[in-house]
């Protein structure tokens, strides 16, 4: 699998971002798609994830914030990130769960 994660970038605190994963070499729409960051020093950490059905999870500290979702005739997959705080930031990756690797990631600043 090929993942390509975009739209990272700089904003403000209280702005928003969208994050799109682009995946090629699967079927994407039997897989769960799942988002990670990972902030210097410290192990990747979920933030969320979209089953093959539209199930969503969250990680408690971007529910209400963040919003997973997916096109499956693009094989793309999207975080909605609203509210953001300083402690967002991180460089985020994509994960499509049963395959291995992670995509270069996509940097996320969040200036206070």
């Not at 999870?57 to 914030?65: F, L, Q, T």
């Not at 979702?69 to 460089?91: F, H, I, W």
């Not at 499509?96 to 990631?105: E, L």
């Amino acid at each position: 699998v090929q993942l390509q994660a975009s739209g990272g970038g700089l904003v403000q605190a209280g702005g928003s971002l969208r994050l799109s994963c682009a995946a090629s070499r699967i079927i994407f729409s039997t897989k769960t798609v799942a988002w990670y960051r990972r902030t210097p020093g410290k192990q990747r950490e979920f933030v969320a994830s979209i089953t093959s059905t539209g199930s969503a999870d969250y990680a408690d500290s971007v529910k209400g914030r963040f919003a997973i979702s997916r096109d499956n005739a693009k094989n793309t997959g999207y975080l909605q990130m609203n509210s953001l705080k300083p402690e967002d930031a991180a460089v985020y990756y994509c994960k499509i769960y049963g395959t291995n690797g992670w995509g270069q990631g996509t940097q996320v600043t969040v200036s206070s």
